[in-house]
């Protein structure tokens, strides 16, 4: 295929999977690496090599007839990225954005620096440090505790609400200290900046978490906001990835005060769970969108055809073992719901399992049609 | 994946690689068997066998292991289908029916005896006697002559427009002979039959086809019909799919006659041609509807949600060699515009490339990009 370059992508999860399977339409050759064919991407990547994402030698390796690298995580040492960099290999998002972002201590920092709206924060090296200045009546719980480093899917973030709670309950390492914001909705913004520098939004989501899992529950688009509103959440998704210079998508998680302040929570520089729902109810997904942004095509148009609900599909609690998808058949009767399964063999209690995304009229009708395949599907473990 | 079947396609080409991809957003597991690894499906089946699907041998060693088996090309040797059906493999479409249908000439007397509108045809044993036929004046030109098998994107059919065309341009071998129908449109409905009985049935496209590769060059969706024609053509197919008592897709092909008349051309009983703009224009594209259909899943929801316009993307006269897609990045740019490549090695003048679907709020407007896709893009020979 003499027009496509040999694109690799590092991590062979979901996020992988649907990169594999945007670049399918046309054929891009694409190469995955991870640990091994039990990983969501390795049936639809064209070749699956086997190796460590963290290890810098298997990157290299991996790397060295590849023309472009993207990520589908980016809590990765980066230091083999710099070097392909060097090597002038393209990788996107570049190694220093990484850098910025996987340590939620800089990224706060650079928001600072630059006047993006975020929410109040202190930095602490230790454990230890934190539960001193509680002591000192410097902190006062409520607040929220974040590792700087390593958080994933509401790992590495630790709610303190009550005084009791520390120090049985704050975690280990360099840290950042966030008081809870006085929040009325979450949204997440999906934003796609070029390597030739274009960029276009996708419309603002609306995100509402499971009471237990710290993952996100229900995505509903377009979220319920006032014009205005809209506008300032894509605007500052905007402001950021140009401020940053990524190139790839960039994922950019906001809060809405109850004053009506728009605050930047963090991001992330790749496909993201809150664009899911693009896959069917844009005119481009996030994934497409992603290739055509690292690869210097011209981005796609991302407006919203059709309302959306969108919900992960996990493990159901009490459930550890073989795959089992219980109540499968009577989802697909359900009209406008695509089911996305990530092929785990083994499932656990909240463990991404899948995702799946109702369409309708309106949100009312996908959130309905949403809920009803929720209230169907359980992922539990039983042998076949 | 406990709850899923193993499934076999007997084809790895285009319609093979989109099933799979159909199939990519349930992790189904999907066994692909054609020649070599440069087969469209090969990268995207979870398991692709070398082999001839043609082949009694490797068609039951292939399926040895195998719950489903299906087709994507109907011209194959159904005797091996045969064999499965009664070992206890499920085979969809049925062999019996893959037998009635790529004989054009028992398909054609189906309808007569199933009271199905068609053209009027005679069926002959060899040219030799269709040019008796002629010479007697038994047969007058201008007619169509078509092969009883073997025919496939535009083969085996011969246009005879003047006297002076036979008998050199007559095609070999067992045949039938139809009258040029006085055509105001050519039309597809493609439909399903679940292995439950249920029927769901695709909106009516419209046909364009290119002047001289015989091969459908526009076709847009929903097709320009007054109210009742488009019901008759949807009451057609789903009549001709009952009567078959298809498990699978069928696409069925009519011709609307300037008397308003709707005549049953021929049918395909798989995923077709006049169905890809299904994959972004629908609720349900036509390759999950044949996964559902031969797994006896609930139909999914066929609606028309956007105009569509769907272009096949064929290599360009006067080029022969490696593939290069001049003018991609301009097309990119494009709204709306869905390019598939199908990632053939080699093009040649009028070979199928891949396909694109272009939506838009109208058919027009559709039309228009799609139009301009074309204008853009040549998939010419040039290497890398």
Redesign the interface.
């Given at each position: 295929?003499?027009?496509f370059p040999k694109l690799g992508i590092l991590g062979g999860g979901q996020l992988g999977?649907m990169l594999c399977?945007a670049a399918?339409?046309?054929?891009l050759p694409v190469y995955v690496l991870d640990k091994d064919e039990s990983f969501?991407a390795a049936?639809?990547?064209?070749v699956f090599e086997r190796g460590n994402f963290r290890d810098y030698d298997d990157v290299i390796a991996f790397a060295r007839n590849l023309d472009v690298v993207t990520i589908e995580i980016e809590h990765i040492d980066t230091e083999a990225l710099h070097k392909l960099e060097k090597q002038g290999v393209k990788v996107y998002p570049q190694p220093d954005k990484i850098d910025l972002i996987k340590d939620k201590g800089l990224q706060k920092q650079f928001y600072v620096e630059h006047g993006i709206a975020t929410t109040d924060f202190k930095l602490y090296g230790t454990k230890e440090e934190v539960n001193r200045a509680v002591e000192k009546g410097e902190l006062h719980p409520p607040f929220v505790q974040k590792t700087r480093t390593g958080g994933y899917d509401g790992q590495g973030v630790a709610v303190i609400r009550y005084r009791e709670d520390v120090p049985d309950k704050l975690l280990d390492g360099p840290c950042l200290v966030e008081d809870m914001a006085d929040i009325d909705k979450e949204l997440a913004v999906v934003v796609a900046r070029s390597a030739t520098g274009e960029v276009k939004v996708f419309p603002t989501v609306e995100m509402e978490f499971h009471p237990t899992a710290n993952l996100v529950e229900f995505l509903i688009c377009p979220a319920a906001l006032d014009g205005d509103t809209d506008g300032r959440a894509s605007k500052l998704a905007v402001d950021v990835v140009q401020q940053m210079e990524i190139v790839g998508l960039l994922a950019v998680e906001l809060f809405l005060t109850n004053d009506g302040e728009l605050l930047v929570n963090e991001v992330a520089p790749r496909p993201h769970n809150s664009g899911h729902h693009t896959i069917e109810a844009c005119?481009t997904s996030q994934y497409e969108q992603h290739l055509?942004a690292i690869l210097g095509?011209?981005l796609?148009?991302p407006?919203l055809?059709?309302p959306a609900a969108m919900i992960n599909l996990l493990g159901a609690e009490g459930h550890t073992g073989?795959?089992?998808?219980d109540g499968?058949?009577d989802v697909?009767?359900i009209?406008?719901v695509?089911?996305?399964?990530?092929?785990k063999?083994d499932t656990r209690p909240f463990r991404k399992m899948g995702h799946l995304t109702a369409?309708g009229d309106t949100v009312a009708m996908a959130r309905e049609r949403a809920a009803r395949a929720q209230s169907m599907l359980k992922i539990i473990a039983?042998?076949?």
């Open positions: 295929m003499s027009n999977k399977q399918s339409e046309w054929h969501p049936p639809y990547a064209t005119a055509r095509l011209p796609g148009d407006s055809l059709r073989p795959t089992y998808y499968w058949t697909l009767a009209p406008e695509h089911p996305h399964l990530y092929g063999a369409l039983r042998e076949a």
